[in-house]
């Protein structure tokens, strides 16, 4: 019997991560001679590939430069302030004995994915850690896919932070969690625009869903 599994987003999602990445873009850009644009710009790019962050944040300069700098600056700080959500391991454990299978399913490469999962105590929660490998980052399903495939299950939900997860979940034919936290990564009303099944201001109301 094929086993129902939940995708999760990871930074903004499961951990706070968003201040370490939004410092190692801004010491990337400045290590490249170029102005610190401040956190609302860059907060509001997160979620789609490194490339085309950088690509919108410094027309014209070498993107590939900038995202090497970024590969080498994030894994020597992205711990500084990186946290675990108060509710996610409430809810993973959860999860887990209503027999759902629980995957990462991230913008990020899988290695980084699962070193920063490692470093922050939640890999014993979770089934798979899914990055994005030289394949199509979300919105496309692409990631949803392959995390599914691997764990051969059944997908019911996606949960994220972005309009970018909540569209790759519906193009997955997934239900859709958009969970807005405080200092959210996209704040309500740009979630609203992806039209997720339900919008909440932490995950504890997906138990009450599944």
């Not at 300069?61 to 711990?79: C, E, W």
């Not at 302030?81 to 887990?96: A, W």
Request: some cysteine.
């Amino acid at each position: 019997m094929t086993r129902p599994a939940i995708c999760f987003d990871l930074d903004g999602t499961l951990v706070d991560s968003l201040p370490d990445i939004i410092g190692s873009i801004a010491a990337s850009l400045v290590e490249h001679g170029l102005a610190d644009p401040g956190d609302a710009p860059i907060r509001s790019l997160v979620g789609l590939p490194l490339e085309d962050m950088f690509t919108e944040l410094a027309p014209g300069s070498d993107v590939s430069a900038l995202s090497g700098s970024y590969r080498r600056i994030y894994p020597t700080r992205f711990t500084q302030s990186s946290h675990v959500f108060g509710d996610t391991v409430e809810v993973l454990e959860s999860l887990r004995a209503k027999g759902y299978l629980l995957a990462v399913t991230t913008t990020k490469r899988t290695p980084i994915a699962r070193d920063l999962v490692a470093a922050l105590g939640l890999t014993d929660h979770l089934d798979l850690v899914q990055g994005t490998d030289d394949f199509p980052a979300k919105p496309s399903p692409e990631v949803i896919h392959r995390a599914l495939a691997e764990l051969g299950a059944q997908g019911t939900w996606m949960v994220g932070d972005t309009t970018h997860d909540i569209k790759a979940g519906r193009a997955a034919d997934l239900s859709t969690y958009a969970v807005c936290r405080p200092g959210a990564t996209h704040d309500r009303e740009r979630l609203v625009t992806a039209s997720p099944h339900h919008l909440e201001e932490s995950l504890l109301p997906l138990l009450d869903l599944v």
